[in-house]
């Protein structure tokens, strides 16, 4: 089984963005049972869903896994939904800031994600790292590609399964927040991530196993 696993650079003033960091630890781990791709996405609306696209079509995965950070959030999101909507709160790293646009003009209000995510939050609940299922991914360029992954993989009529996970700032950006800001370690979030691959591979490896919807 083969994963494809991406991040973003760093955005919005921080010199640190802990999808970006994860993706660095992930491309240095060793798997025994499948193999895991992983990429950077740029912060830019004209760049970032080109370079996923081209990843995507140059891995051919099974299983997609977008990662992205989402400050103020005190866990691991699942998220269930990308919207057809550009909505900046702020600009991009090439200054771009979106407002009231679609993403694809003529595409879906929203596209849902296929992995099992309410499974992969019981793995995570049971292995005792905090998460929720999240039924808003922003308007931002997390959902931006979040929903350009999930057009692509249908209007293809591809095989892969994918969604998109929203990471809590790290510490050393918390501490730097105007008002009092969640966070999560780099270790923790990492060794979620990890969690998440495995019980997705489980899940798809064993058919009977997993949930239709």
Known sequence: MKFLITGFEPFDGSPLNPSNLIIDRLSKHAFDNYDVHTSVLAVDTVA??????????HVMPDIVICLGQASGRAAVSLERIAINLLDFRIPDNQGNQLEDRKIITDGPAAYFSTLPIKEIQKELHKAG??????????TYL????????????????????????????????????????????????????????DTTFSLFSNPAETPSS
């Open 48 to 57: 970032a869903p080109i370079e996923l696209i081209n990843e995507l079509q």
């Open 129 to 138: 790292f905090p998460s929720e299922i999240s039924c808003s991914a922003g």
């Open 142 to 197: 997390c959902n931006q590609v979040f929903y350009y992954l999930m057009h692509e993989i249908e209007e293809q009529h591809l095989p892969t399964k994918a969604g998109f996970i929203h990471l809590p700032s790290l510490p050393e950006q918390a501490s730097q927040a105007q008002k009092p800001s969640p966070s999560m370690s780099l270790d923790t979030s990492f060794h979620a991530i990890l969690n998440v691959i």
